[in-house]
Nanobody
Framework: QVRLVESGGGLVPPGGSLRLSCEAS????????MGWYRQAPEKQRELVAT???????DYADSVKGRFTITRDNAKNAVYLQMNSLKPEDMAVYYC???????????????WGQGTQVTVSS
């Protein structure tokens, strides 16, 4: 049983910062790529940032230069530091990870429950 647990969402004024955290736990053999997606009301879920097992990163153009994705392989954790937040960043943020389970099953994508980020004055 693999679970991803997120934390760090909340209310922040424009220009502020938040740091999201996500830790995978359970019967994990290895964690491959990890990432963050977000979904605003009446919009499709969109990729925010990804990070590979060797720490190669990629970002959506809309967040490049403002957000930083990192990971801690020892903790099976991924983080998203969000700076200079804009109202357009308001969304539910979901972490995801591609994981090889300990039972020898195939590589599969897992998702967190989502955490709300509200950017408002």
């Amino acid at each position: 049983q693999v679970r991803l647990v997120e934390s760090g969402g909340g209310l922040v004024p424009p220009g502020g910062s938040l740091r999201l955290s996500c830790e995978a736990s359970g019967s994990i053999f290895s964690v491959n790529a990890m990432g963050w997606y977000r979904q605003a009301p009446e919009k499709q879920r969109e990729l925010v940032a990804t990070i590979t097992s060797i720490h190669t990163t990629d970002y959506a153009d809309s967040v490049k230069g403002r957000f930083t994705i990192t990971r801690d392989n020892a903790k099976n954790a991924v983080y998203l530091q969000m700076n200079s937040l804009k109202p357009e960043d308001m969304a539910v943020y979901y972490c995801t990870a591609s994981i090889w389970p300990s039972d020898g099953g195939p590589l599969e994508d897992y998702w967190g429950q989502g955490t709300q980020v509200t950017v408002s004055s």
